[in-house]
């Protein structure tokens, strides 16, 4: 269910990985205009597909340990936004390198509109189908540029419950020519299912509170001050800001059991504090926005539904403007409160997605936005290997009141189809496009960006438990397929993610993106580097 933001060659000798280093504001605000000084270079205008008036936004900065300048821009085209159009710039001391886009020419539209404002409003309104809609606004003409050729635009919000994916705040995209509905997606990402701490998952664990002059508060201030907050059971649009932080006497949280809603609270509260500290000492990342500030949590909530009524079986994180994360109190018969430790790191991930290759949550990009929480989520539990809640491929299993052999999940990363019989585990020829009436849900497409991960780190073997032959597990027969360890396989995601994916990167896009990384990493002629390749191709990503 949905609910809704180089380097050519690197010494083929460096043996250890690249780091990123923290900048004073002064520095990076250098390094961005250095950056954008490139931008102007008549040289380098075809690389970036830049036209006489496209301007350039610096929206995220990476300076590797060896000088090598990653700035990430927004671009606009005679002050219009341009979807699908931001570039990340790679330079190294002060000379243009590379450009990562997805933007094919320097082709720009007429910016008069044909329609009216107000019928882009009708065209958007029919597109999302909605039970209840509590909004429709204008954001005003853009240029959209995620199909073959940029196009003038309406941008449309259309907030409220939609048929086909219940709670919604979605974007859409109306041609300005002629009303057709070109692109739309939910901006609320969810997990689609779906002091010591009590926990309902994890047994009894150390979090970090707030000490007051009457007790205890649920805010992490060794973690920018993110706090947990009570839902009451009620539906998010009508709580998410007002909801009050938990407090508490003596400092001791649940019961583990879901009777005491501080249980599942520690769950969701722990499950924040281990993913920001597995990006801070993993990446040097502090926070989703790599800013320092903590995030808010609101557990015991429902969500609405298409089909009418609401439901406690999901959770999700809230995009920009909102930036918080939900949990659904599950229901009393089949499923637990949604605050297991995977889906923590999921959510969290859906708003680092955000914050740097900020992938539109719409055919290939989708899937791959879905992957990277997954893959991260994963990551999370890997790092915390908590006795009860062991590191898997798994996502969600902790979930389900009845699943006595674990073996019941949301999803599979080693075999997407067996967990759900919907998700992929082979690329299709020609992709998945984007689609506004989300025909392709980005948790199915996303099997491929998962199924692809669970290669390179662990090869053609099947996970404990499972009796998966190696052929089953690739789409290729190449049954040797050998993996390369989740560390060194996360590393190269991440860094593909936040320095060579953009918005609009497609799987064949995403495979670039891995082995420029690999390359960084760990060197052209590397064991690395070749598996990503291979890994790729067994999804049949070639």
Known sequence: ?????????????????????????????????RAKGLIEVPANAKALQRADQD????????????????????RSYRGLPVIGGDVVVHSRNGR?????LTLKNTARPGVTPRISADEALIAAGAAFNGTTIDDVSSRGLVIYARGAKPVLAYEVRVRGVSDTQGEADM????????GKVLDGWNIIKTAAATGTGQTLFLGDVPITTDSTSSGFQMVDPTRGGGNTRDGKGREISTIYSSAAILTDADNNWGNNTASVLASEASDAHYGVAATWDFYKNNFGRTGIFDDGVGVKSIVHVKFRMSTGGTTGVNAGWYGAPYKFMAYGMGDTSTYYPVVALDVAGHEMTHGVTEATADLAYSGDAGGLNEASSDIMGTM????????N????????????????????????????????????????????????????????????GNHFFYLLAEGAVSPSG????????????????????????????????TVYMTSNTNYPGA??????????????????????????SAVSVN
């Open 1 to 33: 269910m949905q609910v809704h933001p180089l380097k050519l060659a690197i010494l083929a000798s460096l043996a250890l990985p690249l780091s990123s280093f923290a900048a004073s504001p002064n520095a990076l605000s250098a390094v961005t205009q």
């Open 55 to 74: 301007g350039f936004t610096a929206k995220d900065t990476i300076i590797d340990a060896d000088g090598t300048e990653h700035v990430r821009f927004n």
């Open 96 to 100: 243009f390198e590379k450009a990562n």
């Open 171 to 178: 974007r859409y995209f109306v041609d300005a020519l002629n």
């Open 380 to 387: 999370v539990e890997f790092s915390i290997n908590n006795a």
């Open 389 to 448: 809640d062991p590191g898997d491929y798994l996502i969600g299993e902790k979930i389900y009141r009845s699943n006595a052999d674990g073996k019941k999940a949301l999803r599979y990363m080693f075999l997407p189809s067996a967990a759900d019989g919907e998700s992929h585990n082979c690329y299709p020829s020609g992709g998945f496009p984007a689609d506004s009436q989300r025909t392709n849900d980005p948790h199915f497409t996303s099997g491929v």
């Open 466 to 497: 499972f009796n998966y032959t190696a052929s089953q597990l690739v789409c290729n027969g190449d049954t040797t397929l050998t993996g390369i360890g989740r560390d060194k396989a996360m590393r190269i995601w991440y860094r593909a993610l």
């Open 511 to 536: 495979r670039t993106a891995t082995l420029n990384a690999a390359r960084d990493l760990y060197g052209t002629g590397s064991a690395e580097y070749a598996a990503v390749g291979r890994a790729w």
